[in-house]
Nanobody
Framework: QVHLVESGGGAVQAGGSLNLSCKAS????????LGWSRQIPGKEREFVAA????????YYSDSVKGRFTISRDNAKGAMYLEMNSLKPEDTAVYYC????????????????????WGQGTQVTVSS
């Protein structure tokens, strides 16, 4: 069973930055591809970014590419999302989860192929 906990959310002005963290309490953390999603109340969950087990390949949604950077530290059982040049439309609850599709993650942006989402952390960007 994978248990993921997000942290680092907050309120910033447009153009600002935030760094989110995702900590895992599970053995074999390094065997999972991981990702971030976000959700606004009343809307569907949206893929944000994901990376492979060793972190060598990283994938982003078009809306955050060039502004957000995903990374992981397998030794610490942690994943991160560095968010720069934040926009009001980035306001959402951000979740981390693990890829639960086929054995090798090859860049799917379908959030339904991820599971074990954490409780989320709120990010609010004001104009």
């Amino acid at each position: 069973q994978v248990h993921l906990v997000e942290s680092g959310g907050g309120a910033v002005q447009a153009g600002g930055s935030l760094n989110l963290s995702c900590k895992a309490s599970v053995d074999g953390f390094r065997t999972y591809a991981l990702g971030w999603s976000r959700q606004i109340p009343g809307k569907e969950r949206e893929f944000v970014a994901a990376l492979t087990r060793a972190g060598r390949s990283r994938y982003y949604s078009d809306s955050v590419k060039g502004r957000f950077t995903i990374s992981r530290d397998n030794a610490k059982g942690a994943m991160y999302l560095e968010m720069n040049s934040l926009k009001p439309e980035d306001t959402a609850v951000y979740y981390c989860g693990r890829y639960s599709g086929s054995y090798y993650y090859t860049g799917s942006r379908d959030v339904n192929e991820f599971s074990s989402w954490g409780q989320g952390t709120q990010v609010t960007v004001s104009s």
